[in-house]
């Protein structure tokens, strides 16, 4: 007999008609830390949570210690992949950090990815309302961090997994050198971004986002040495611009936007 739909259950956040809940996560998240493969990592874990928060801890952790072991991908690159794991009803999730932080698998035993070129085109999506107040469900995810690993000479890959599921590898491994040794045929020049009329302080603000993830008033005073007050003042003008959001925790993350803006800086 299925639970009232408002408690999440054992076995996947069923409600009362069935349907899974997405406004709970129940599944306990594991990041695989390895310091290199002659030895077992070390073992994180994401305790259930609200959708939102959940999403936010996972996010938040595998940046933190891809970043403490040397790796240089941004929060919202590993943001825009964790999210993804909602289309897997986040069903076993393991996350695994290798090379020095610079390269990260995610992996889950959901339904699986059938077209994997077009996940990684923006537009195809197979979110369903109950997501869309979880995420943006518009395909625009994987397209997202595939354009910002092109751009650095990364890589991202979609594979089966064992038995059913979907891994996702995002790496940014000897991308610097294996551009070094391409060819020196001229590159057409990258558009660039329209971007909003921006204060000094603002150009300044935005690019410790790509670095830092998720940041709060007490999180840029202290980066930049900034006024409490002014600080507010310039993440409210951010915020309004389109370039930042809050998160569930009140701290503020790049948009869609205001990621491409900042790598335009």
């Not at 739909?5 to 349907?19: I, M, Q, V």
């Not at 660039?192 to 007490?218: I, M, N, W, Y």
Request: aromatic share 8%; hydrophobic share 40%; no cysteine.
């Amino acid at each position: 007999m299925l639970e009232n739909p408002s408690t999440p259950t054992e076995t996947g956040a069923a409600g009362a008609s069935g349907a899974f809940d997405f406004a709970y996560v129940p599944t306990v998240a594991r990041i695989a830390l390895y310091d290199d493969l002659r030895s077992a990592p070390r073992i994180i874990e994401i305790q259930p949570a609200g959708t939102a928060e959940y999403i936010e801890n996972l996010a938040s952790k595998i940046y933190e210690q891809a970043k403490m072991s040397g790796g240089t991908i941004p929060y919202t690159v590993i943001r825009e992949v964790s999210e993804n794991f909602i289309h897997a009803r986040f069903a076993e999730i393991i996350v695994s950090i290798l090379d020095g932080g610079n390269t990260i698998r995610f992996a889950d035993q959901g339904p699986g990815i059938s077209h994997k070129d077009k996940a990684q085109l923006p537009g195809f999506t197979s979110a369903i309302e109950p997501m869309k107040r979880y995420i943006r469900g518009v395909g625009s995810g994987l397209p997202i961090v595939k354009e910002y690993l092109d751009y650095s000479h990364g890589t991202i890959s979609i594979e089966d997994n064992l038995t059913t599921g979907a891994v996702v590898t995002i790496s940014l491994t000897g991308g610097g050198s294996e551009a070094a040794g391409a060819d020196a045929r001229p590159q057409q020049a990258r558009p660039a971004v329209p971007a909003p009329p921006l204060s000094t302080r603002e150009r300044e603000f935005l690019p410790f986002f790509l670095g830092e993830g998720a940041l709060g008033v007490t999180d840029l005073v202290n980066l930049t040495g900034a006024p409490a007050s002014s600080t507010y003042a310039t993440l409210k003008k951010l915020e309004e611009a389109g370039l930042i959001e809050k998160t569930a925790g009140q701290k503020r993350i790049l948009t869609d936007l205001g990621f491409q803006v900042a790598n335009s800086l």
